[in-house]
């Protein structure tokens, strides 16, 4: 018989976590939430406080069921859903639910970034309680959701024909889009022409290059902020004007620009970034991207995918410049590791997202991987490795040209050239140009 119960939120990571901890653990899935508030009525007292009202879902209560069966048998009740506040709610609610079944005080919390052996053998050694802030922090944003929608949406239907629903959040982004979508109704459009010219030097190389036109006469010319400079080109009349006249006049060489830039790697993927990511380089959906890296994190291949931190592990920073180091050679290594700073609310107990082992390249992962999950897997280790790398250098290189007779038409053409990769060996240039 186990001596102890864990609880997990997924089937598949019970059954990964059970092959770390052994006989003396029985690891079951809660499949989630198993408690929430009544669906046909409010279930929320405004007159106290707000006080919910929970009951089991109906899912949950198969789920309970088992799990009560299971906990009579055991001495501790480890809560070890997810880490973060839906997680930790959903701890909480497991404690609830089964306190009359085992000891309050046999009941312990543990959290992991990551479904590897050393780190769940480390959650295990040092369980904690339930984080009653971010517990409340998520009966908030719930009771929230059920006061705007459950109140809302009958009035809703009643006013506007086809409406369904309204939501704390759905609402909200409907006022953006309606806002975006009158300010495009309400836009007044301008005509106006860019001018560029195909030239090349009188000396080899004699390769053709563009030049644009930046100004005429010192003054800016094309759009910025959506908003037409003064030197704009806005008629038919005015583009052939500009076209008799340098069809007549030489262009000159006015000034060479040569300056050496520095561009630093980006920071290691949180969730939106990743979703961004995955969505502009491999064409994923955001629930996509999402379901692929739940699969990754279950497989023990990366750390959890929901945070909006930018916090490393230390542990995982010097593995990760050792590697570097090995790989790459010390030149692509900065003298101090890089870190990235979170915006004020993260949860810094959480880690950016990144692979839970960084020896294990991208083709070598052990397991086998779907084409889309080996995909959305390098992408996470090249933004990882890149961004503990040294910053690229580039050397570009601005041409200004002149001419013109009655006006002076300034043209320009800028060319790069990279002097050093720097964390571009890792994640390639062509992802330092986005």
Sequence with gaps: MSKNLVIVESPAKAKKINQFLGKDYAVMASVGHVRDLPPKKLGVDVEKDFEPEYTATTRGKKVLKELKAEAKKCENVYLAPDPD???EAIAWHLYEALKKTVPEENFYRVTYNEITKPAILAAFEHPEKIDMDRVNAQ??????????????SPVVRKQIRGAQ????????????????????????????????????KQEAPLDPFTVKL???????????????????????????????????????????????????ARAPFITSTLQQSASGALGFAPARTMGIAQKLYESGLITYMRTDSFNIAQSAQEECRAFIGDSFGAEYLPEKPNFYKSKGAAQEAHEAIRPTDVSVQPGKEG?????????????????????????????????????GSENTYLFRATASEIVFPGYMKASGIEAAAD
């Design 85 to 87: 506040r839906e997680g």
């Design 139 to 152: 009966q908030a944003r719930r009771i929230l959701d059920r006061l705007v929608g459950f109140q809302g």
């Design 165 to 200: 629903s309204v939501g704390r959040v759905q609402t909200v982004a409907l006022r953006l889009v309606v806002e975006r979508e009158n300010e495009i109704e309400n836009f007044q459009p301008e005509t106006y022409f860019t001018v560029g010219a195909q030239v090349r």
């Design 367 to 403: 397991v086998k991987l779907e084409a889309a999950e080996q995909k959305l897997y390098k992408l996470i280790w090249e933004r990882f490795v890149a961004s503990q790398m040294v910053p690229a250098r580039i050397a570009r290189r601005t041409v200004e040209i002149e001419a």
């Design 214 to 264: 930046a100004r005429i006469n010192g003054e800016p010319i094309g759009i910025k902020e959506r908003k037409l400079l003064p030197g704009a080109v806005k008629t038919q009349e005015q583009l052939e004007g500009i076209q008799q006249e340098l069809n007549n006049s030489p262009l000159k060489v006015s000034d060479v620009i040569t300056k050496e830039l520095t561009r630093k």
